[in-house]
DNA sequence: CCCTTATTGAAAAGATTTTTCAATAAGGGC
DNA sequence: GCCCTTATTGAAAAATCTTTTCAATAAGGG
């Protein structure tokens, strides 16, 4: 099932209703392999369906977090981009240049973390893992613009 | 040398003149154990400095924040809270509860990272790693809370 | 002790997000 | 299919948070 269809049905089922804006806003969302903002998901909508308005894209990002299906991708030029959530554990790995988002997984942090919790006496119950760099496109294009 | 001081002395070498303003955030920031929002900053340095005005508090983060004394620090709940900068690479441990923060090193990413790079072909030039949890008198306060 | 000018706080402006509200339409029950 | 209830909508207003403007002030080199 593709993503857009599953979260259309997880929101039927967590009690809401399927409504134009909902459905512009997860069909932009849930196939982006960039995380996106607020404005750019309402501009991006709007050729779908042009009498979205952002208020509603703001409800309805509200709602998939809440679902689990949407998080919030923060970077130091700004903390309001989404993106999927992750399936399992896993975290993104962001092109600084075009924001193109890939999961991964295979960190291994439990040693350290068992080594910071007898240190320190806190007990860790999460952690954010995010890693920056340019993607392969990105790098090629910069390398030109370099010349 | 205190930390404020070495502040304040940073400030001096990068060209800017030292005022009550600026003191006052260094003196709140400097020694803090907790990360603190703009708005916690100036309530507190108005203790110090009561004519202190908060538009200054934002200009000599900014400042400070450029000169890498002080870092930006996010958590779910608002990316705007402000720390000192790590010396060296370290990394945060914060507390959900009372915004207490510790720094920490010796993550070793760099297999993960070189894994990665193979695998997706990015570049990658970064990363940002956070914990999160409870130190361990908030701990305390929550098993009593529970009862 | 001047003099230049960086810095200040207050007020205004900007940017982003949330709330309010009357109109609309989703979708369960018939 | 057709009601009827009420969740949802978009526009406008309000609330928040941050930045800019500006005339007054004070830092600090000479
Ligand atoms: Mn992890
Ligand atoms: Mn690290
Ligand atoms: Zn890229
Ligand atoms: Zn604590």
Not at 2 to 11: G, M, N, P, T, Y
Not at 45 to 62: D, I, K, M, N, W
Not at 113 to 119: C, D, K, S, T, W
Request: with cysteine.
């Amino acid at each position: 099932m593709r993503r857009s269809e599953f979260w259309l049905q997880a929101l039927r089922q967590g009690g809401y209703r399927l409504t134009a804006a909902r459905r512009a806003v997860v069909r932009v969302l849930a196939e982006s392999e960039h995380t996106l903002t607020p404005a750019e998901i309402y501009q991006a909508g709007r050729r779908f369906y042009p009498a979205l308005g952002l208020v509603s894209v703001y409800r309805t990002l509200e709602k998939l977090e809440e679902l689990g299906l949407v998080q919030r991708v923060h970077r130091a030029e700004g903390c309001n981009t989404y993106f999927p959530s992750a399936e399992g554990h896993q975290h993104v790995l962001l092109c600084r240049r075009c924001q193109q988002a890939v999961f991964f997984s295979g960190d291994d942090l439990e040693p350290l973390v068992g080594r910071l919790q007898a240190e320190t006496g806190f007990r860790i119950e999460r952690h954010w893992l995010q890693l920056f760099g340019l993607c392969s496109a990105c790098r090629e294009k910069e390398e030109k613009d370099d010349e």
